[in-house]
Every structure is written in structure tokens, then in C-alpha cells.
């Protein structure tokens, strides 16, 4: 069942890469970008449950906080650089 | 019935935070958290605001956060009915609502909670200076002119009145939750008109006090 | 027992992941960003919440079970909080017209 959310999980991060990269300004690019991180959290959660994955909870939390600073950053880059 | 928290609070979260990722409750690393989390506070130089002490009153806390979940779940719901059948039933806009606004706390968490709510997401944050009236004398503010002003981006915001009137019910529910006794005061009270200037053009514009 | 949580589990992980779908899917569907952020931030939220429920349900130890609830407590806080960063610095940057009242725009009109 698992490999059935990770499928999902990977049409909807290629969906947010897509409108990554169609844009058609920056904003969208952005709020692509942070769907896609999201996107990717969920992911590494799903992957969690199988063995074998190397992925542990510890590395859920971890990806977690990185997904936020991320966002973080970005949203500060629109506020520097403009469109 | 309330619980204050503070520092010590924020060492002992920490440090249960640290053992946790370890996995295993030894000496070890029960010394090694405290440690951890003692460097933490002090490298991190928070700031007064961060350690005034956070209210909670558990059963109303209890109810925000239910209310909350639903929400959530709710808002999720009308996403999938609108992104799923074709057309656009949208009718963006942004709406200014005038809120009571309490300490910076309350302010926070109603303004992230309203993002999570149906069909609303914050934009901007603006305080204002404001008055308080208590009108039949008993003690309990009745009315004031509005502390803060949310601005609020809806996507079905053709009733603006509406919107106003779910996140003010929604503030009320913080204020009681998780406010001070001085935000508590507020609960009671009607926003009124929000307090204005007049500009040279004779029109009303929402007076700004520093944003702090 | 156990397989009554593996199911539950892995529902939910399914649901989970049928979020960050919706997300994606209402990116493309809106037009302009404020509504596309409402899809970008409120779905994969509610997505993560049930993929750690359901991570926590098929795993079942109390340190997965703690951090898995973590998790999720960190994205309810942090998402909104990132939402809002980049919808203030949208609105920095951009004009982005509505369909109905801009009040934003009116009173930033209105003090400059």
C-alpha cells in the first residue's frame, strides 16, 4: 500500500515541478516550490514504514524543520529580489 | 484555573526533546539534554517577548484546538469540491478585519489559525492604537475600536461581513484559550468602528500606531 | 489487532498522499497566487497529518509514535507561518488583482 502513496506522492511532486517550472512569474514559482517541499516531507514520511528504507522518524523530524527553513528563505527572496 | 508557562519550561521541553531523539531515557543523556538545551537558551538570546509566560486555560485551549482540527479538515474539504469540478466558483478579494488584538501571542496564533481556516489565508498584520469603552459601567469592557487589523485574502469573499464576523469569533475563542488576563478582558467586547484618521482628501484611513 | 492498524495505516497514508495530489492539482487549476497558496499550503498540511498518523499506525513503537506526532505538531505550527512570509512578500512585490474588494491595496493607498 505504501508503494500506492509513494506513486502518488511522486505524480504530485513532478505536478509542483511542473508548474515550477512554467511559472509564469516568480511568485508561482515560489508557491510551487514550497507545495514541493511539503510534497517531499510527505514522501520521506511514507518511506519511513518500509524497511530497508534508511529512513528513520528521526529523519522525518529532520526533513520537516529543513522543509520550513527553506520556505522561509525563499519567501525572503521574493522580497528581495522583486519578480 | 491556568497554567504559566516560562524558561524552565523551555529547558525541560528541550531536553525531553533531545532524549526522545536519542530513544533511550539514560543518565547519559538525560545530563547531555539539560546541557544542550542550557546552551540552546543562552546562545539563542530570546527575547523578552518569547519568555513572558504563555496562558493556557485547558478547557478552552481544548476546544481551539478541536475547532481548529475541524477546520482544517473543513477547508480541505471545500478545496477538494472546488479544484476537482470544473469552472471557478472563486471570487477572491482581500478584506480588512478590524480585530480585537490582545498581546502579541493571541495576534500570532489568530492570524496563523486564520490560514488554516475555510476559504481564508492572512496577508498583512497592522497594529493600531485603540480604545476601550465600558459602556453600562460593570467593569466588563463592552465595546472598542479595533487593537489590530488582519487582512485576510479570501477565495469566496463575496460576503465580506461574513468573513469579518467568523475570524472575530474565532479571536474570541483565542482570547479566552490562550490569553493573559488583559486579553481575556477583551473577549467580551464588540469592535466597533476602528479607530481613524482623516486624512487631507476627508477620508477616513485606519490610524497606524508603530508596528513594534 | 496489528493488521486492523496496518489497514487503517495504510489508508491513511494513501489519503495522505491524495492531499499533496489535490495540492498539486489546484497549483495548476488557479490562476493567481494568493488562491494558488491556499492549495500549496492548507492540503499538504492536512496531507502530512494523515501520512504521519498513518506512518505512526503502522509502526507502532513509542519512539516513532512521539516523533511522528512532533512532526505533525511542527507543520501545523510552521506551515501557516510560512504561508503568510511568502504571501507578505507576494504582496510586496506584485499586483495581483481580485475579483472583489482589495482593502490592503486601499489602505496602503491611503497612507502613502
Redesign the interface.
Known amino acids: 500500500m505504501s508503494n500506492a502513496a509513494l506513486a502518488i506522492t511522486a505524480i504530485a511532486a513532478v505536478l509542483f515541478v511542473a508548474r515550477m517550472l512554467r511559472g509564469p512569474a516568480l511568485a508561482d514559482r515560489v508557491i510551487s516550490v514550497d507545495g514541493f517541499v511539503s510534497t517531499i516531507v510527505i514522501g520521506v514520511t511514507i518511506a519511513s514504514v518500509r524497511p530497508g528504507s534508511g529512513v528513520v522518524e528521526s529523519t522525518v523530524l529532520v526533513v520537516a524543520i529543513g522543509g520550513f527553513v527553506g520556505t522561509a528563505i525563499l519567501a525572503r527572496f521574493i522580497e528581495r529580489r522583486g519578480s | 484555573m491556568r497554567a504559566r508557562l516560562r524558561l524552565p519550561a523551555i529547558v525541560a521541553w528541550l531536553t525531553a526533546l533531545w532524549i526522545m531523539l536519542w530513544g533511550d531515557i539514560s543518565w547519559a543523556n538525560v545530563l547531555g539534554g539539560l546541557a544542550v538545551a542550557a546552551g540552546v537558551v543562552l546562545f539563542a538570546r530570546l527575547e523578552a517577548a518569547s519568555l513572558r509566560p504563555t496562558y493556557f486555560h485547558p478547557h478552552w485551549a481544548v476546544v481551539y484546538v478541536v475547532h481548529l482540527g475541524w477546520q482544517l479538515l473543513l477547508s480541505n474539504i471545500r478545496l477538494a469540491v472546488e479544484i476537482l469540478t470544473p469552472g471557478d466558483g472563486t471570487y477572491t478579494a482581500i478584506i480588512a478585519v478590524p480585530i480585537r488584538g490582545g498581546s502579541d501571542a493571541v495576534v500570532n496564533l489568530v492570524a496563523n489559525s486564520i490560514t488554516l481556516t475555510p476559504g481564508t489565508m492572512t496577508v498583512d498584520v497592522r497594529r493600531h492604537e485603540r480604545d476601550e469603552f465600558d459602556i453600562d459601567g460593570d467593569g466588563i469592557i463592552d465595546e472598542m475600536t479595533a487593537g489590530v487589523t488582519l487582512y485576510v485574502h479570501c477565495i469566496y469573499g463575496s460576503d465580506v461581513e461574513a468573513v469579518r464576523h467568523q475570524v472575530l469569533e474565532l479571536e474570541e475563542l483565542a482570547l479566552r484559550a490562550f490569553g493573559s488576563d488583559a486579553d481575556r478582558a477583551l473577549a467580551h467586547a464588540d469592535v466597533v468602528a476602528q479607530a481613524t484618521v482623516l486624512d487631507e482628501s476627508g477620508r477616513h484611513t485606519p490610524k497606524q500606531g508603530d508596528l513594534s | 489487532m496489528d493488521e486492523v492498524l496496518d489497514a487503517i495505516?495504510?489508508?491513511a497514508?494513501?489519503l495522505?498522499?491524495?492531499?499533496?495530489?489535490?495540492?498539486?492539482?489546484?497549483?495548476?487549476?488557479?490562476r493567481?497566487?494568493?488562491?494558488?497558496?491556499?492549495?500549496?499550503?492548507?492540503?499538504?498540511?492536512?496531507?502530512?497529518?494523515l501520512?504521519?498518523m498513518?506512518?505512526a499506525l503502522?509502526?507502532r513503537t513509542i519512539?516513532?509514535v512521539?516523533?511522528?506526532t512532533?512532526?505533525a505538531i511542527?507543520?501545523?505550527?510552521?506551515?501557516?507561518?510560512?504561508?503568510?512570509?511568502?504571501?507578505?512578500?507576494?504582496?510586496?512585490?506584485?499586483e495581483v488583482p481580485?475579483?472583489?474588494?482589495?482593502?490592503?491595496?486601499?489602505?496602503d493607498e491611503?497612507?502613502s
Open positions: 495505516g495504510a489508508v497514508l494513501v495522505g498522499a491524495l492531499f499533496a495530489l489535490l495540492a498539486a492539482i489546484g497549483v495548476h487549476k488557479f493567481d497566487p494568493y488562491s494558488r497558496m491556499h492549495a500549496a499550503a492548507k492540503s499538504p498540511t492536512l496531507g502530512l497529518v501520512v504521519t498513518g506512518a503502522q509502526i519512539g516513532a512521539a516523533t511522528l512532533l512532526v511542527l507543520q501545523l505550527l510552521t506551515s501557516p507561518v510560512g504561508t503568510h512570509l511568502i504571501a507578505r512578500a507576494v504582496h510586496l512585490r506584485v481580485q475579483d472583489g474588494v482589495d482593502e490592503l491595496r486601499r489602505d491611503a497612507v
